[in-house]
């Protein structure tokens, strides 16, 4: 399993970023992939995770409704995080999650199993830094 993401970079407030993560060695559509963020000081926090089969569920921490959208594109491999109207507070280091062998379902359960070290697949990240 590999999780590859992009897209970060230094924006201002009410910015808009799109962060991808090309997933490769496992079924991508059929699968629960996330993504996770950690700010300095701070315990990593569930942002969002998507269901790549044709159920299609998505699940967002309340913090980022309605300002972030995932999606994925099976012909690419690929997950989309939409970031819009930044704050400094999504200042954190993002990393797309995923565990073929802990499908799950997208929602806090998951998030708390992937955060717990006991399942999962972690990209290397990508920062997302949001100044004034």
């Known amino acids: 399993v590999q999780l590859v993401e992009s897209g970060g970079g230094s924006v201002q407030i009410g910015g808009s970023l799109i962060l991808s993560c090309v997933a490769s060695?496992?079924?991508?559509?059929?699968?629960?992939i996330g993504w996770f963020r950690q700010a300095p000081g701070k315990e990593r926090e569930g942002v969002s995770c998507?269901?790549?089969?044709?159920?299609?569920?998505?699940y967002y921490v309340n913090s980022v409704k309605g300002r972030f959208t995932i999606s994925s594109d099976s012909a690419k491999n690929t997950v989309y995080l939409r970031m819009n109207n930044l704050e400094p507070e999504d200042t954190a280091v993002y990393f797309c999650?995923?565990?073929?062998?802990?499908?799950?379902?997208?929602?806090?359960?998951?998030?708390?199993?992937?955060?717990?070290?006991?399942?999962?697949?972690w990209g290397q990240g990508t920062q997302v830094s949001v100044s004034s």
């Open positions: 998507i269901n790549t089969n044709d159920d299609g569920h998505v």
């Open positions: 060695g496992f079924t991508f559509d059929d699968s629960v």
């Open positions: 999650v995923t565990d073929p062998l802990y499908p799950g379902y997208p929602g806090p359960m998951w998030f708390d199993t992937m955060a717990a070290g006991v399942a999962g697949y």
